[in-house]
């Protein structure tokens, strides 16, 4: 068994990534596998160097132990260029000049990741003098593709249904890959068995089960988490400014200790996990 723990070096790590890390340490080392640190650092515009070396600190203040060198996402990028030039070969993608404004007015219906593309650009239509992403054909992809299903520890088999998302970017304007096209190639690369993640991930599964159809990769097991929340109930996260391990590090705190609260399910005052 192979797990990993995959964050973005954009900001500090905060609770819900100490339980996500934890969770995946605690899964491969019961069944004497391999736990592996992956930094998803394709967004140059975000991501920094001194949140990669609180990463590190902070995994080893909790007491997690990584086998192998971490992986960077931007030594791959080769990788990306080549899947994505595969997928194009396939007539698979398409070149999407759009704005965010534009989108925004076209789209009449809602996905799981926010409107659906109206596929203004599908057919040619792009204006290639203008930056400009690489869309997935949703509708032939999933001709190509067939019936696909995937397995979750807690919702069991799950049928994909990658087609309520619409054409996906899996090249974006601003980085050499999306998030679907890049995560799924490197949890293939680096021999996954097994992906932890937390819930707010589910739905993105139903992209990453029809890539490895279509690339010819292999499909891991799922194990999809509740997502810690704060006492307003929402999510917490980098972007709402989360108490940060780093914060807890320095003032003293005992990381192992509240690793092993975690995995008691015995959490800090004001969060909880989301079992809705």
Known sequence: MRTRFAPSPNGYLHMGH?????????????????????????????SRPEYVEAIYADLGWLGLEWDDAPVFQSARLASYDTAAAQLKAMELLYPCSCTRAQIEKAAQTKGPEGLVYPGTCRGGKADLSKPHSWRLDMARAVEIAGPLHWHDMAAGTVQAAPAIFGDVVLVRKDAPASYHLAATLDDAADGMTNIVRGMDLFTATHIHRLLQALLELPTPAYHHHPLLTGADGRKLSKSEKAPSLSQLRQSGADGRQIAGDLRKGIFPAGISPDNA
């Open 18 to 46: 100490a339980y996500s890390a934890v969770l995946a340490h605690d899964l491969a080392r019961a069944k004497g596998g391999e736990f592996c640190l992956r930094i998803e650092d394709i967004d140059a515009g975000r």
